[in-house]
T-cell receptor, first 116, second 109 residues
Framework: GAGVSQTPSNKVTEKGKYVELRCDPISGHTALYWYRQSLGQGPEFLIYFQGTGAADDSGLPNDRFFAVRPEGSVSTLKIQRTERGDSAVYLC??????????????FGPGTRLTVL | AQRVTQPEKLLSVFKGAPVELKCNYSYSGSPELFWYVQYSRQRLQLLLRHISRESIKGFTADLNKGETSFHLKKPFAQEEDSAMYYCALSASNTGKLIFGQGTTLQVKP
C-alpha cells in the first residue's frame, strides 16, 4: 500500500515568509511524528500527535513553529517568519500507535526547505 | 539527558570484511533501541530493533546495558550495504525517537 507522503518535496522561500509543509500518513496510523534533519545531523524530534491532539510538542524550537492534525490523519507543519536557520529536511513519520508492538515508525521522503 | 552517540561519521571497509557500527546511549530508564538505514535516494527505514532480536540482511545488534551500547555488526560486508546508518532510542511514553548523528558505511569492491 501507499507509504507516508509529504508535499512539497522541495520548498524555497525568502526570509520572513510563511510556509506550510504537509504530511499524509499511512491509512489507519494514529500516531504521527515530525522531525527536522539539518545537514550532517540525525533527525531531531519536533512534535508527536496521537490522533488529533499534540501529545508532545517539546521539540518545537520556538513559537514560530506550529503543527496541526485536525481530523487525525493529514498533518500540516507551519513555520512563520522563516529564518535561514530553518533550512533543513523536514521528515514526517507515522506508526500504528504507541507501545512496543505498534511503534515502528514509517518515514516519508521529506520536504527540503531552503530559506534564502 | 537522553542522548545517542555514533562516534564515527564514516566507516569504509572492503567487501567481505566484518563491519561494526558503534552506538552508545544515555537514558535514565529501560531503553528501546533501533537501527534505521537510509540507502541512496531512498527514505529512512527500520533495519532492526533490539526487542525482536532478529538478524536482518545479515546484521545483528545486541543491547549491552552495562556499557550502554547497541553496536551494529555484520560478519561479511556487501557492496549493497553502503548507506547511512542511524542508531535511535525511543522515549517510552511517547515513542519519539532520539537519533544519533549517523554513520556512513562505504563498502568498497
Amino acid at each position: 500500500g501507499a507509504g507516508v507522503s509529504q508535499t512539497p518535496s522541495n520548498k524555497v522561500t525568502e526570509k520572513g515568509k510563511y510556509v506550510e509543509l504537509r504530511c499524509d500518513p499511512i491509512s489507519g496510523h494514529t500516531a504521527l511524528y515530525w522531525y527536522r534533519q539539518s545537514l550532517g545531523q540525525g533527525p531531531e524530534f519536533l512534535i508527536y500527535f496521537q490522533g488529533t491532539g499534540a501529545a508532545d510538542d517539546s521539540g518545537l524550537p520556538n513559537d514560530r513553529f506550529f503543527a496541526v492534525r485536525p481530523e487525525g490523519s493529514v498533518s500540516t507543519l507551519k513555520i512563520q517568519r522563516t529564518e535561514r536557520g530553518d533550512s533543513a529536511v523536514y521528515l514526517c513519520a507515522s506508526s500504528l500507535g504507541y507501545g512496543t508492538a505498534y511503534n515502528e515508525q514509517f518515514f516519508g521522503p521529506g520536504t527540503r526547505l531552503t530559506v534564502l | 539527558a537522553q542522548r545517542v552517540t555514533q562516534p564515527e561519521k564514516l566507516l569504509s571497509v572492503f567487501k567481505g570484511a566484518p563491519v561494526e557500527l558503534k552506538c552508545n546511549y544515555s537514558y535514565s530508564g529501560s531503553p528501546e533501541l533501533f537501527w534505521y538505514v537510509q540507502y541512496s535516494r531512498q527514505r529512512l527505514q527500520l533495519l532492526l530493533r533490539h526487542i525482536s532480536r532478529e538478524s536482518i540482511k545479515g546484521f545483528t545488534a545486541d543491547l549491552n546495558k552495562g556499557e550502554t551500547s547497541f553496536h551494529l555488526k555484520k560478519p561479511f560486508a556487501q557492496e549493497e550495504d553502503s548507506a547511512m546508518y542511524y542508531c535511535a532510542l525511543s522515549a517510552s511514553n511517547t515513542g519519539k525517537l532520539i537519533f544519533g548523528q549517523g554513520t556512513t558505511l562505504q563498502v568498497k569492491p
